[in-house]
Structures are given as C-alpha cells and as structure tokens.
C-alpha cells in the first residue's frame, strides 16, 4: 500500500505510552531527531491530537507544532448571522444587515494536493494541507468536502476515504503492543475514593 512508508517511519521510532484518564498518550522519537506525540481516545480508538517537534540546532528545544486537533473554542451565536450553501462549493456568510456579505470558496485542489478556502472578495486565502492524504498519496477530492457555519465559525469536514481508515487500523494494530503506564494521579485517585 501506498502508506507503508508511514508505517515503517512509525515502526523505527522509540515509543512511550501512557493512559490518563480516558485518552492514551504515546510519544515517538524518531532516529532522524524528530518527536511526534498523539492522543487517542480510549472509548473510539479515534486519533484526537498530534503534534511534532523537529530537532534543535541549537541551544534550547524547539515549539511543537500541532497537525490534528488543535484546540478550537466555541463562541456564542451572536448578531444574526446564518448560512446559505450553494451547490457550487460556494458558501455565503450574512454577518448582519449593515455589514457586506461574504461568500467563501472550499475547493479541493490537486495542483497544491490541498483544500483551499478564499473569499470572492480577495481578503481570505488559506491553504490546509490534509497529511493523512499524502500519506496516502491521495489526492483532495470535491466530493469528499462538506462545509456548515455554526456559531461564527466555518466547519469543514473532509470525508476520510476508505484507504485512511485503513492506514488508521494498521497504525492502532502497531500501538497495540506497545508497554503502556498509567497516570499516578489517576491511579492514586482512584485508589483514595475507595
């Protein structure tokens, strides 16, 4: 498959595990200097955050860098904004009656091998590179892209293609062996209830 080179980057790297509450935390390093941390959740199994951290030339240690799951927040549902999509894979965001409307794209673009959101106005352009598809060597496609405004926020949502999930099971199934601690404040909690 086309992943393997994924796979066996995962299987050269030193892991360590541990269980903190209902998430599993691993953390690789890898001989080439770069660290990667995830967490999954114990209920799904499901990938909930990653982030790297490429080696330091220098004095001190470098900033991670998050690729799944940055932390969003929810903001209220203020103004009177509301949604409008179109079947052309444009989406028109009302703020308010005094304010301009803003219409946004969301295309999958395979020249960039990304998804790209931009206003028809010009002031908004960004590109969102999806790894798992390049680990993959998959291309974006249209079809897979849904997109929905809640609380003045634009949600894209990327259908995983069936070769993604796949690469996921062989991942889990090369985590399944890996010697995994539990957190000492969990456990102490636990124990002092009883």
């Known amino acids: 498959m086309s992943y393997r080179n994924w796979l066996n980057y995962l ?9 903190n509450g209902r998430i599993r935390k691993i953390h690789y390093k890898f001989p080439d200097g770069q660290q990667m941390a995830e967490e999954y959740s114990m209920d799904t199994g499901v990938l909930q955050k990653r982030g790297w951290r490429k080696p330091q030339q220098l004095l ?6 998050v690729e799944v799951g940055e932390d969003y927040r929810q903001l209220g549902c203020t103004g009177d904004a509301d949604k409008i999509p179109n079947t052309d894979h444009n989406f028109t965001v009302k703020i308010s009656n005094t304010e301009p409307t803003l219409i946004y794209q969301v295309l999958a673009d395979s020249t960039k091998k990304a998804i790209v959101v931009k206003t028809t106005n010009k002031k908004y352009y960004k590109v969102i590179k999806v790894q798992e598809l390049d680990r993959c060597e998959l291309l974006p496609s249209q079809a897979n892209i849904s997109t929905h405004h809640q609380y003045n926020t634009l949600i894209i949502t990327y259908r995983k293609p069936d070769v993604v999930c796949e690469m996921e099971a062989e991942v889990l199934l090369l985590l399944k062996d890996i010697e995994t601690e539990t957190d000492m404040g969990e456990l102490l909690q636990g124990l002092l209830k009883k």
């Open 11 to 19: 299987s050269s790297a030193e892991k360590s595990s541990v269980i």
């Open 60 to 65: 001190g240690e470098s900033e991670w860098e």
